[in-house]
């Protein structure tokens, strides 16, 4: 079972759209939690952190459930900009971090 | 703030040769760089952790001997690949842990794409 591990997609949603991705770790120990967007050809860009009492950024929610071991990233009201690819990462103790192979987001007009 | 500088952004290179990437934290220390390997439509594999002043840690499956790390000051590491062959085509990218993010997310340099003929 790999540590990270994310639905690749894709998803294809009209604009406007609410859409949800999951990740699950397998680290019951695992610290910190992210979502990275990472555009095509691109390195990624930290998105937002995860908190156990859950954030909000403008469209975008995260959310963390410890005891099922996932977290979820909710983009609501979606824009074609939104089209990239999401990666979750969970940091497992000191700097070292895994990286979800990432789910893919297109959206359409 | 928080910029890691990488490049070259992309090299070609014949086979057999060596190729080096620098990775360099502008406006802050890293003490630790991180180094990550992507296949197209892969996940980042980390390869390997290079701490300054001390010897890189390997992930399990990396040849150390092949991908030399240095991390010669606070802002600056780099990964030579050495003796190149078309497999280890890929793309290549660094990352510190950014002092200005909450819960320790990390910065990436723009990535280097290695393509070996």
């Known amino acids: 079972r790999k540590e990270v591990e994310q639905d690749p997609g894709p998803f294809n949603v009209p604009e406007g759209a609410t859409v949800a991705f999951n990740c699950t770790y397998s680290n019951s120990a695992s610290q910190s939690f992210f979502w990275y967007r990472q555009d095509c050809r691109k390195e990624p860009k930290l998105l937002m952190s995860v908190y156990s009492s859950g954030n909000e950024d403008g469209r975008f929610t995260a959310q963390l459930n410890r005891a099922s071991q996932y977290i979820s990233l909710l983009i609501r009201d979606s824009k074609l900009s939104d089209s990239a690819t999401y990666l979750c990462a969970v940091n497992t103790g000191g700097f070292k971090t895994i990286f979800g192979a990432g789910t893919r987001l297109f959206v359409k007009a | 703030g928080a910029v890691v500088s990488q490049h070259p952004s992309w090299v070609i290179c014949k086979s057999g040769t060596s190729v080096k990437i620098e990775c360099r934290s502008l406006?802050?220390?890293?003490?630790?760089m991180f180094w990550y390997r992507q296949f197209p439509k892969q996940s980042l594999m980390l390869m390997a952790t290079?701490?300054?002043?001390?010897?890189?840690?390997?992930e399990q499956g990396v040849e150390k001997d092949k991908f030399l790390i240095n991390h010669a000051s606070l802002t600056l590491s780099t990964l030579t690949v050495t003796s190149a062959h078309p497999e280890d085509s890929s793309f290549y990218i660094c990352?510190?842990?950014?002092?200005?993010?909450?819960?320790?997310?990390?910065?990436f340099g723009s990535g280097t794409r290695l393509t070996v003929v």
């Open positions: 290079s701490n300054e002043g001390s010897k890189a840690t390997y």
């Open positions: 990352s510190a842990p950014n002092p200005q993010a909450a819960g320790y997310g990390y910065t």
């Open positions: 406006d802050f220390q890293a003490t630790t």
